[in-house]
């Protein structure tokens, strides 16, 4: 559902938005500039936390994945 909610927008940023989107639009563009932005953000966290976990695990061949892989199909 919905919520209303108040934020502040920069003078300039406002005045674009009002002249490059029709009213009754604006919501929508705001909507997805944030999924963007937030998408964005989740990953760069997702990044930071797994560059965390390489920092403390040994470094694995690409062949014994694929062998870890294959291993674990066979038994499923």
């Known amino acids: 559902m919905p919520t209303k909610v108040n934020f502040v927008l920069d003078d300039d940023v406002r005045a674009e938005m009002d002249r490059l989107v029709e009213s009754g ?11 963007r932005e937030l998408l964005m953000l989740r990953r760069q966290h997702a990044a930071a ?15 014994e994945i694929v062998d870890l892989v294959r291993r674990d199909r066979a038994r499923g």
């Open 25 to 35: 639009k604006r919501s929508r563009v705001i909507n997805q500039a944030l999924r």
């Open 49 to 63: 936390e797994l560059d965390k976990l390489r920092s403390r695990t040994r470094a694995v061949r690409t062949r």
